[in-house]
């Protein structure tokens, strides 16, 4: 199996709106108003360490309308792409307000021994859960503008390595999530400069996704309030298992998004490390995390370390999270194997649905949004 990785590349076209966000980082990193020097802003070392380097690339290559969605397609070659080399496609809706939502769909993962993962991306925005518009719907977040970016690399968002797997010298597998990642945030701010708030929302693989698109979202939109929505993508690796993690790490060249300054964020460190690190980089940000106990998906079938295992790993993970951000962090912890929750929203714990737990996160009072768990 070969594989080429990417790097840093030059910037074909950068938005206006980039360039703003450049000089306000530039400018508030270098003063307070009084000449004197402040710490340098949230993530940082992750620029530097090259995460952003495809923010300001890419723009679609077409748009249509489909009522009153936008979808967003973007061409072929070496940019946004889909796992077996499909288009990658993007939707944003428009409803006026003043919060925007970013939601990253799930479909699984695909690294060099498995791969079970979805490989195209549809246009639109399914009406189903978080992402139903109908008002009349029991989705809190019913009417709100929205960001789809639909998941197609199996890299969590955050792959940028292309694979041949058949060693016949043709590259057929695209691990291109930071490149659709970075040009879907791109279109999200172009047609949404200026939200007041934004819900970061992952499921699955998109869950995940969350932990690797905050700290670009944050560059894009600094000093915005970021509420994140973390359903069944917790960040849970293999326990004990340093080297597969350094693997997967290494094999979808996502090395950029752990800090070097941070010995609990890399692959010998504790799950709750990295979400820590972030919480801690950014006061701005709060978390929401949802999972079930021993879900399968993540645990058996994608990590194979069985039910009783992962929630040995989850329990003490949320403890420590929310015990290190008091106030910023709170969980949905449901009993028994299945897999998430956010595109039903049926599911209850302690009496409160699923539902009524993120609508008591996003608009409050502070004190109705509570951790809860079976």
């Known amino acids: 199996m070969r594989m080429t990785t990417f790097s840093s590349t030059g910037f074909l076209s950068i938005p206006r709106g980039i360039i703003s966000v450049a000089l306000a980082l ?11 020097p402040q710490a340098s802003p949230p993530f940082q070392e992750l620029v530097d360490q090259g995460v952003t380097r495809y923010l300001g690339v890419y723009s679609p290559s077409s748009t249509t309308e489909q009522g009153d969605i936008i979808n967003h397609q973007f061409g072929e070659g070496d940019g946004p792409l889909c796992l077996t080399g499909k288009p990658y496609t993007m939707a944003t809706r428009d409803e006026g307000t003043e919060d925007l939502m970013i939601f990253l769909q799930g479909g699984g993962a695909c690294w060099f021994d498995l791969c079970a993962a979805t490989s195209e991306a549809g246009p639109g925005i399914p009406a189903a859960g978080i992402l ?5 719907s029991n989705n809190p977040l019913a009417g709100i503008s929205t960001v789809y970016l639909p998941y197609c690399d199996g890299g969590l968002f955050a792959s940028d390595a292309d694979v041949d797997t058949n060693n016949d010298g043709i590259n057929d597998r695209f691990h291109r999530g930071l490149h659709n990642l970075s ?3 791109d279109v999200a701010v172009r047609a949404f400069p200026a939200p007041r708030r934004i819900v970061l929302v992952g499921v699955s693989g998109g869950g995940y ?3 690797f698109a905050l700290p670009i979202v944050r560059q894009l939109y600094p000093g915005i ?5 973390n359903d069944s993508g917790i960040g849970i690796n293999r326990p004990n298992d340093p080297d597969f993690n350094q693997q997967i790490i290494e094999y979808w060249n996502i090395g950029g998004f752990f800090p070097a300054s941070c010995p609990e964020c890399n692959v010998q460190g504790s799950s709750a490390g990295i979400i820590n690190w972030q919480l801690q ?3 701005n940000v709060r978390l929401g995390m949802l999972s079930y106990t021993q879900d399968s998906t993540i645990g058996t079938f994608f990590l194979g370390i069985g039910g009783p295992a992962f929630e040995a790993v989850l329990r003490p993970t949320l403890t420590d999270v929310e015990a ?4 910023r962090m709170r969980s949905f912890v449901h009993a028994g194997t299945s897999h998430t929750f956010l595109l039903g929203l049926s599911a209850s714990v302690e009496g409160v649905s699923v539902g009524d737990w993120v609508d008591a996160m996003i608009y409050g009072p502070a004190q109705d949004w509570q951790s809860v768990s079976e």
């Open 183 to 185: 040009a879907g945030l």
């Open 132 to 136: 139903n518009p109908d008002p009349a």
């Open 324 to 327: 290190a951000n008091p106030g």
């Open 225 to 229: 309030s970021i509420d994140v929505v």
């Open 26 to 36: 530039l400018l508030g990193a270098c003063s307070d108003g009084n000449d004197n």
């Open 209 to 211: 996704g969350t932990l």
């Open 281 to 283: 980089q950014d006061p």
